[in-house]
T-cell receptor, first 117, second 109 residues
Framework: DVKVTQSSRYLVKRTGEKVFLECVQD?????MFWYRQDPGLGLRLIYF???????EKGDIPEGYSVSREKKERFSLILESASTNQTSMYLC????????????????FGPGTRLTVL | GQSLEQPSEVTAVEGAIVQINCTYQ??????LSWYQQHDGGAPTFLSY????GLEETGRFSSFLSRSDSYGYLLLQELQMKDSASYFC??????????FGPGTRLSVLP
């Protein structure tokens, strides 16, 4: 079974703090993704990575950065947390189909509910 | 831009059939996926259509029409445990992966 784990289920931070969200997958997937999920807005892609040290911006990258130093680990960084970044953050991974970024089934982690006060 | 449209809510009774529609508008479209998410849980994959037509997986089927930029998820023999949110997701080859806003399905006894 594919397993995607995230470092925390719940996190409370203060405005201006630097926040690290970690995601680890154990299926040797090439692709990894970070989404945020807000009521009525569905899942919105923040960043994705199709290989080690590679990253691509999603729909809402502002205020976030990512790091992929190892294939199994993809980190999301909030350089200076703000209250509008309070959300559920979901990590996912998948195999890469073909030579492009097209993805196979995405497997999601349990999510991290981040509250910024 | 890229956007997908789904109904926000659907209600049906146990044993019934329900169809959740999804329309998309983008260039470079590669395929359409469907995911299920129970309250408090992570999205889980249900089906994927890269070609026009119907894909059947047990009680769930998914349909795609590229010419109409339209797809749907069909749930048959509804059960209470099917109460969840359902998301269509567009695989935009080489560009991005975009989820719709989700449809909340309530199954009544």
């Amino acid at each position: 079974d594919v397993k995607v784990t995230q470092s925390s289920r719940y996190l409370v931070k203060r405005t201006g703090e630097k926040v690290f969200l970690e995601c680890v997958q154990d299926m040797d997937h090439e692709n990894m993704f970070w989404y945020r999920q807000d009521p009525g807005l569905g899942l919105r892609l923040i960043y994705f990575s199709y290989d080690v040290k590679m990253k691509e911006k999603g729909d809402i990258p502002e205020g976030y950065s990512v790091s992929r130093e190892k294939k199994e680990r993809f980190s999301l960084i909030l350089e200076s947390a703000s209250t509008n970044q309070t959300s559920m953050y979901l990590c996912a991974s998948s195999f890469r189909v073909g030579s492009g970024f097209s993805t196979d089934t995405q497997y999601f982690g349990p999510g991290t509910r981040l509250t910024v006060l | 831009g890229q956007s997908l449209e789904q109904p926000s809510e659907v209600t049906a009774v146990e044993g019934a059939i329900v169809q959740i529609n999804c329309t998309y508008q983008t260039s470079g479209f590669y395929g359409l996926s469907w995911y299920q998410q129970h309250d408090g849980g992570a999205p889980t994959f249900l089906s994927y259509n890269a070609l026009d037509g119907l894909e059947e997986t047990g009680r769930f089927s998914s349909f795609l029409s590229r010419s109409d930029s339209y797809g749907y998820l069909l749930l048959q023999e509804l059960q209470m445990k099917d109460s969840a949110s359902y998301f269509c997701a567009e695989d935009n080859y080489g560009q991005n992966f975009v989820f719709g806003p989700g449809t909340r399905l309530s199954v009544l006894p």
